[in-house]
């Protein structure tokens, strides 16, 4: 069983997206949206989402070019990152908008244990994630729906401190991201 002990509820993913992924995603995933729904771990930094809505709103802006070309979004970060499942590679991979650049993160298990087990320290170590608690205590935690972006981003050459955060809607901040730097192939 998935242990994500603090797991902070946001909503419940509707059982008929959870049918319509089954076989799809690894079974944590699935399991994740039936016991847990959608909502925050990892320190609030990790947000799972409904892949539906990213997949229908995103379409051809996750950059999947390799492979058989199905990446399932099932996550995202508090600093706008997209986490994908890739059935064709058996793996979750990340990608990360502010850096340009994607990231492999093994096996879902494997992931969700590492996190459970280091926690910030996996999290920096997989996600570069270290501004994020520092913008939490300046700002206060971004909303569910929202997250820490850069302004300008990093890749298109802004400081990147955490002084440059702001709060912004997660998904029209990744279709931005996108449109203005392209999409990450991977």
Known sequence: MVELADFIPHAPVDPEVIEAYRG????????????????????????????????????DRVGKTQGDGVAIPVMVT???????????IDSLVALIFRENRGVGLGKAATFLTLTRAAGAKHLSRTLNWDVFPDAVAQQGAPAFDDSFIFVPLPSLGGPGTVDTLHKRQTLTAIQLMVDMQGPIGH
């Open 24 to 59: 799809r995603v690894p079974a944590e995933i699935q399991e994740i949206w039936e016991s847990y729904g959608q909502g925050t771990f990892g320190e609030g930094f990790l947000r799972v989402i409904d892949p539906a809505v990213y997949e229908a709103e995103l379409g």
């Open 78 to 88: 508090g600093l706008g990152d997209l986490i994908l499942w890739e059935p064709g």
